[in-house]
């Protein structure tokens, strides 16, 4: 099956430093990788939509001047934080689709940010 | 704006039992909707996803159904067990080339030994 892969799984950061998070697919190539946001017991929140190779479309209230979206290729996409604060701490989670395998989005495992 | 809703918020079952998961949604227009499961602190674990056009599928122990006209979704979990206890989410994808997900807050699910 498709794999999604994370890194790091979990981050702890001091307030105004910058934190980048990678999303990668494994075994497929992702021409559409999304980022999400869970805040403790609230459901998943889509952030942002980038397709490789294009700027990323963000949902609206997600400051695209705070959270920093690449994909660069394929087969790997980032998101940094930048100048974190405390109400940043939360649950990033990826997910990658494939042109081919299109009705299905394959979730990484997550990145949990504490900041400080 | 689609919202998606989960009922119940908790459940607390013995083992053995069958039991059901409602999740409902207020624009009929998906693509389609999928049920994942999320273990504490950890990422999504896709269990089952319907097509807009389909009207249930099965997975195992696990059924789920979609009346997309009616804005519901069901997911039946027979003969549960410890392993099962987890939080269930449900999500849905419009149509019109918007890919992203529409998730419900989930249902925690603790299955009694």
């Known amino acids: 099956g498709a794999v999604v892969s994370q890194h790091p799984s979990r981050v702890i950061c001091k307030s105004g430093t910058s934190v980048k998070i990678e999303c990668r697919s494994l075994d497929f190539q992702a021409t559409t990788m999304f980022w999400y946001r869970q805040f403790p017991k609230k459901s998943l929140m889509l952030m942002a939509t980038s397709n490789e190779g294009s700027k990323a479309t963000y949902e609206q209230g997600v400051e695209k001047d705070k959270f920093l979206i690449n994909h660069a290729s394929l087969t790997l996409s980032t998101l940094t934080v930048t100048s974190a604060h405390p109400e940043d701490s939360s649950f990033y989670i990826c997910?990658?689709?494939?042109?081919?395998?299109?009705?299905?989005?394959?979730f990484g495992p997550g990145t949990r940010l504490t900041v400080l | 704006k689609q919202e998606v809703t989960q009922i119940p918020a908790a459940l607390s079952v013995p083992e053995g039992e069958n039991l059901v998961l409602n999740c409902s949604f207020t624009d009929s227009a998906i693509y389609n909707l999928q049920w994942f499961r999320q273990d504490p602190g950890k990422g999504l674990t896709s269990l089952l996803l319907i097509q807009s056009s389909q009207r249930e599928q099965t997975s195992g122990r696990l059924n789920a159904s979609l009346d997309k006209s009616s804005g519901r979704s069901t997911l039946y979990i027979a003969a549960s067990q410890p392993g099962d206890s987890a939080t269930y989410l449900c999500a849905v994808r419009l149509g019109g080339g918007a890919d992203g997900l529409t998730f419900g807050k989930g249902t925690h699910l603790i299955i009694q030994p």
């Open positions: 997910s990658a689709k494939s042109g081919i395998l299109y009705n299905e989005q394959f």
